[in-house]
């Protein structure tokens, strides 16, 4: 818990905002939402792209809109303790709502999934494109370049380094969104020798992770 509190100031965005540059280099081909699923608002697995499914799993109700009772819940369903959950929901929806929203004020704060791309910051990996698709050579150059320990994993000081790598100069709502979201992602997904594995960084990307997370939180409690 002290550890997670220790995070609170750089969590402008953290997990799900796991939200990168756009990326200009070769895009894999994930199916974009129908035009009939983007006039409802409404979005089904199949129609959605990883950045999307990324951020679906709090979407409590399956509306396709994300309130920040709703990004409570699941952060508090993951293993995060209620005061992280708090801020974290407040920042998120503070900083994303109305880039969802066509540039609209909500006082609720919701999140559209279907619009989450626009809620992309900078300084960071690349792993998803300016659509919000799977970047695999992006995501097999984080190991390439930075897991000098392991071929497919990072230690704590890999991570950092592949952060830092990724800042553009004078971003520093960028370096603060990376660092936070990061350093929460090894925290809940280091295994029992300090390293955050391939896979496991894998599930980031397409929110399978946050099942494997809530799914072992209930487990042991």
Not at 38 to 63: R, S, Y
Not at 110 to 132: A, R
Not at 137 to 156: M, V
């Amino acid at each position: 818990m002290g550890r997670q509190l220790l995070l609170l100031p750089s969590v402008f965005v953290f997990l799900f905002s796991c939200f990168q540059s756009p990326c200009l280099s070769a895009r894999t081909q994930e199916p974009l939402m129908s035009e009939q699923n983007q006039e409802a608002g409404v979005l089904l697995e199949g129609d959605m792209t990883p950045l999307q499914k990324h951020v679906a799993f709090f979407d409590q109700n399956g509306d396709g809109v994300i309130y920040p009772s709703e990004t409570y819940d699941g952060f508090r369903s993951i293993g995060v303790n209620a005061a992280l959950s708090a801020a974290s929901a407040a920042l998120i929806h503070g900083a994303l709502s109305s880039k969802t929203n066509e540039g609209k004020t909500d006082l609720s704060l919701p999140i559209y999934i279907k619009n989450i791309k626009f809620g992309m910051h900078t300084s960071d990996s690349g792993v998803y494109d300016s659509e919000g698709r799977f970047v695999q050579e992006k995501f097999d150059e984080i190991f390439t370049n930075h897991a000098h320990t392991t071929p497919n994993a990072l230690t704590s000081d890999e991570l950092s380094e592949f952060v830092k790598s990724n800042r553009k100069p004078k971003d520093f709502s960028g370096w603060a969104a990376a660092t936070g979201e990061w350093k929460l992602l090894y925290d809940l997904g280091k295994d029992k020798d300090g390293l955050l594995q391939k896979d496991t960084i894998r599930g980031v990307y397409d929110g399978s992770l946050f099942e494997q997370l809530k799914k072992k939180k209930k487990n042991s409690a």
